[in-house]
């Protein structure tokens, strides 16, 4: 490459470095020693430029040389104007796309159903100091809150240390923090606290909050039911419902043990029964309770286990439901062992609507099928299949002997869970008007071990969401997701912003500029 080529490229790159100082100063990274020293530097170029081309320069008076130089500055202002307008506009409106792959800046269904179902505003106090590693992520998310609902939510945040009236209020010794909730205004409004929360215990704060009142549920008991806490034994934890329990509290209901030995009737302050793997059969007068609950308008989720009886076959049939004998198997679509069944074949339930829509699959450790009748022993029963298995699938009587398909076995698509309803507007004690039958034929997706899994959670939850009435819980909850971020430093990030913004755009024009110098000046 001659010399007057190479001096042309340093006096392209000279003259953008120049008049790109002041960008670089009051919109790129604003740093006056970067500023400086583009402005240096491409003082430095052009003086390069104009010492190897003083004959041209000397010629400049002429109207074509002039002309040339005219267009070429023009033209470089014009880039820059150009560059520094699409900047301007990119940093006003600011679009963001969160290309995570857990979604990590999005945020969940639930939390956007929540957030426009709120009547009342709700205002977010985060006592936390600016040096805490989780002041950021907070602020953040908070942002994110706000955007979705500028007219209901909004946070601020307030270092306890210059305000000790407040931390002595929520009783705060040095180096604690907490955010509070607060739905609606002054001294007595309701509020929750809260140690620095996910997106998930954030909706949760405000599904409480939101709620009317707590929705009583019961999980009955004294019949090999799984416990609500998590029994510790010499071996380590056993199985327990304590996160299904947790969950539950979370969305505002109220969990409890109930043991129906001894009573006439479910307690009237019943939102919701639950029987969760019982192993003994109930007494005569225990189902009759049963019977009257759900006559005048109950509601009960039912989860049963592989070789397990309760005597309650003939109440479930009055509701259109059969609980099969033997274990659901599925060659194909299952987990690897043919007795753990994998699905993602739905009803036309809402239940598993959002399921549905996200393509999640839902995975069962051992599951019983069901088979339903086309109305039920009493009158106006309308039931229907909420999840199915795969067309592959039969009903395997010998599980512990064989794991093929046999003659006389129940084969193909099997309904793994039901919904139930029927019209008790005209009960003598109606509770409610319509009562209504979850059954599952696994009760251990809700272990403790077991739910993690997030399209079963959501299967569960969005039963109780259905059976208690609550369209605005039948949806897809926050995942526990992991965090995929880089933490980055104020001088990384402001290092990062010049690089992109500033020198590589600045960079790519220079080159273009240079090659079109180049070829104009042939």
Do not use: C
Request: charged letters at 20%.
């Amino acid at each position: 490459m001659r010399a007057t080529h190479v001096t042309r490229v340093l006096g392209a790159f000279g003259l953008l470095l120049l008049l790109s100082s002041p960008f670089t100063l009051f919109l790129s990274s604003g740093s006056v020693g970067l500023a400086l020293g583009k402005a240096v530097l491409g003082t430095a170029m052009i003086a390069a430029y104009v010492a190897a081309h003083r004959q041209e320069l000397g010629r400049a008076g002429s109207r074509r040389t002039g002309r040339f130089l005219a267009s070429t500055v023009l033209t470089t202002l014009a880039v820059l104007g150009v560059l520094v307008a699409l900047n301007v506009l990119a940093f006003r409106k600011n679009q963001r796309w969160d290309l995570t792959r857990e979604r990590i800046f999005s945020l969940a269904p639930q939390t956007l159903e929540t957030l426009a179902g709120l009547k009342e505003r709700v205002h977010v106090l985060a006592l936390i100091p600016p040096t805490h590693p989780a002041y950021g992520d907070l602020e953040e998310l908070f942002r994110r809150y706000h955007e979705a609902a500028p007219q209901v939510f909004d946070s601020a945040f307030v270092d306890p240390r210059r305000e000790p009236t407040l931390a002595a209020k929520y009783q705060l010794k040095d180096g604690q923090t907490l955010v509070v909730v607060t739905r609606g205004e002054g001294e007595n409004a309701p509020h929750t606290l809260l140690p620095v929360p996910a997106e998930l215990e954030l909706t949760n704060a405000l599904l409480q909050l939101g709620a009317a009142g707590a929705q009583k549920v019961y999980f009955l008991e004294g019949h090999g039911e799984w416990p609500l806490e998590t029994p510790q034994g010499p071996q380590g934890p056993g199985d327990g419902l304590a996160e299904f329990r947790r969950q539950l509290i979370r969305e505002g209901y109220r969990p409890e043990p109930l043991n129906l030995l001894g009573k006439q009737e479910v307690p009237r302050d019943a939102g919701l029964l639950i029987i969760a793997g019982a192993k003994e059969d109930y007494t005569a007068p225990e189902v009759a309770a049963l019977r009257t609950y759900l006559g005048e308008g109950g509601r009960l989720l039912y989860f049963t286990d592989v070789g397990t009886s309760d005597g309650l076959g003939l109440f479930l049939a009055d509701y259109g439901v059969q609980v099969d004998e033997g274990v659901a198997a599925d060659s194909q679509f299952n987990a690897g062992n043919p007795f753990v069944l994998v699905s993602n074949f739905f009803g036309k339930h809402v239940i598993t609507r959002p399921l549905q829509e996200r393509a999640f699959n839902v995975q069962l450790p051992t599951t019983r099928s069901l088979t339903l009748f086309r109305e039920g022993f009493l009158p106006g029963v309308t039931v229907e299949p909420v999840l199915l298995s795969s067309p592959y699938a039969w009903v395997e009587t010998r599980p512990q002997e064989d794991a093929t398909p046999s003659d006389g076995e129940k084969m193909g698509q099997l309904t793994l869970v039901a919904a139930a309803s029927r019209d008790t507007r005209g009960a003598e004690h109606k509770r409610f008007d319509e009562a209504r039958l979850v059954v599952m034929g696994d009760s251990e997706l809700l272990l403790d071990p077991n739910w993690g899994h997030e399209a079963n959670r959501n299967l569960a939850m969005n039963a109780l969401g259905w059976a208690s009435h609550q369209v605005e819980k039948v949806t897809w909850r926050p995942a526990d997701r992991e965090t995929s971020t880089l933490e980055l430093s104020a001088g990384q990030m402001q290092t990062l912003r010049f690089v992109s913004t500033d020198l590589l755009p600045l960079s790519l024009l220079g080159v273009g500029l240079a090659v079109w110098l180049s070829r104009r000046n042939r």
